[in-house]
């Protein structure tokens, strides 16, 4: 596979790492198999070795950055260097296998923008623990967009994959924030298709804990991506204001509290403001 010959590749798989070369290693052992023509963008913060590849490594872009302090950071500059029509998106923290790449790389070729995992809870020990806030967070976020059948699928974890379309519709740079990303894959009416895996995926806590977002970090950007999405709605939800006359609250004056209520001509109010109700008083009391 060399970069050289293909233009534009089939899939381009962005790994962000920190020295974890191990987890890195297996990684690329199992990609090969992923697409017929495929590049890798690995982004660290420092240098790794990839030297044990030999010539191989020629098909693999290595970016380093020292001003990289977490993996979505990684990502959003992965992305811009990245050229294939479908983008997945990994780094060390988790390790599995081949065929579970390929629902992802899938998805997307089957007309998906985005695609994310679902994470369900199967054991009976995970069910009986106390959700993170993070999953709260996730899944009103889904709630909000109508994407209720996505549960805890989100941006903010990996692994996801995404088009070349969605890509260029959000920017690279929106994937340092992705709840914010998330929102405007929904806003702009990208396909956001959710991945379940068939079994657990493995996590590896031999990481760079300095890269990984605190919990308070995450649920600040929901708060922003939730903010945004408000604004993107517009007052009342987005829901028209039926019959009133709020304009006619700026109008000076004593009676435009009345103009709101009773904006009819005031002939047809007996001549004066509240005269129907006076008149039809005035009505009973002959009656009697």
Known sequence: MDKAVVDRPEVSVVYVASD????LR???????????SLEVIVVSPKCVDTSYLGDESS?????????IYSYDEGRALGARHARGETVLF????????????QQYVDAVRNGADVAVTVRTQTSTSAKKKKPLPTRYAYRLLNHLLGHTE???GTLSRIPFACSRKALKALGHECLRTPPIA???????KLVVVGVHPD???????????????STRQLLREHAYAIQLLVNLIGPR????????????LHIPGELHLRSVFYPQPREDKGGVWGGKRKKKQTGSHKKR
């Open 237 to 248: 939800g987005g829901m028209p204001d039926g019959d009133r006359y709020r304009d006619l």
């Open 150 to 152: 996505l549960g805890t």
């Open 20 to 23: 974890d070369t191990r987890t």
């Open 90 to 101: 990994l780094d060390e923290r988790v390790d599995f296998s081949l065929p579970l790449w």
């Open 199 to 213: 079994s657990a995926i493995k996590w590896t806590d031999d990481t760079r804990i300095s890269m990984v977002k």
């Open 26 to 36: 297996r990684m690329l052992t199992n990609v090969k198999e992923l697409a017929t």
């Open 182 to 188: 998330y929102v405007k894959a929904a806003w702009q």
């Open 59 to 67: 098909w693999i872009d290595k970016i380093v950055s020292p001003s």
